[in-house]
């Protein structure tokens, strides 16, 4: 079994900043991409930024600039710095990896339980 843990949300001003962390353990050969969506209510899930293996990083147009996704390869985890938060940011993010099983040549897909950021005056 694999397990994402997310952590880091919460409330915050806007302008202000946040950093989730995103931690993956269990039965895991390897990593493939990392990544974070959001889903704002009444709204779609959206990815906001993703992050392969090799650490190629690609963003939503509307966090570029703002947000930065990383990850620890050793500590099979993803984050996610959040600058110059807006009020439209404010949803509940999730963390998706996709994971090699040991002894397998295929990948799964996994989410976390979610993070709810908050961004509010």
């Known amino acids: 079994q694999v397990q994402l843990v997310e952590s880091g949300g919460g409330l915050v001003q806007p302008g202000g900043s946040l950093r989730l962390s995103c931690a993956a353990s269990?039965?895991?050969?390897?990593?493939?991409?990392m990544g974070w969506y959001r889903q704002a209510p009444g709204k779609q899930r959206e990815l906001v930024a993703a992050?392969?293996?090799?650490?190629?990083?690609n963003y939503a147009d509307s966090v570029k600039g703002r947000f930065t996704i990383s990850r620890d390869n050793a500590k099979n985890t993803v984050y996610l710095q959040m600058n110059s938060l807006k009020p439209e940011d404010t949803a509940v993010y999730y963390c998706?990896?996709?994971?090699?099983?040991?002894?397998?040549?295929?990948?799964?897909?996994?989410w976390g339980q979610g993070t709810q950021v908050t961004v509010s005056s």
């Open positions: 998706n990896a996709l994971i090699q099983p040991p002894g397998s040549t295929w990948l799964n897909n996994y």
């Open positions: 269990g039965s895991i050969f390897s990593i493939n991409a």
């Open positions: 992050i392969t293996s090799g650490g190629s990083t």
